[in-house]
């Protein structure tokens, strides 16, 4: 089963493009999490990660949100691959299933 659930805030505006005659978003969603250290201390650390949604979903969030707007996302894991300067490289993309504002606003 691939299925994530996130809760974070976008760290840019959504970016909307058109591929192939069909809207997609890219965005960035800043995730928060707390770990202990070896004294047991909390430290807070952020984790910047990549979410794409097409179709009406893309206009969607590129039209009701910005920077700083907190979402919450069901969306499935995707690993992107390429080869630039015959060097391969890959990284992990989420593609948003679903998805509702949080209802907090940062200004």
């Known amino acids: 089963m691939n299925s994530c659930h996130f809760v974070g805030k976008l760290a840019a505006d959504p970016e909307l493009r058109e591929v192939n005659g069909t809207h997609v978003v ?3 969603l800043a995730v ?9 201390e909390k430290h807070r650390q952020v984790n ?5 949604a097409w179709d009406s979903g893309a206009t969607t969030i590129a ?3 910005k920077k700083g707007d907190m979402l919450i996302i069901e969306s499935e894991a995707r690993q992107h691959k390429w080869t630039f300067n015959d060097q391969k ?3 992990i993309v989420f593609r948003v299933k679903t998805f509702k504002s949080a209802g907090c606003k940062t200004e």
């Open 32 to 40: 928060e999490d707390y770990r202990k250290d070896k004294e047991g």
């Open 48 to 52: 910047f990660l990549d979410f794409e």
């Open 26 to 28: 890219n965005f960035c």
């Open 63 to 65: 039209k009701h949100f």
């Open 89 to 91: 490289r890959q990284k």
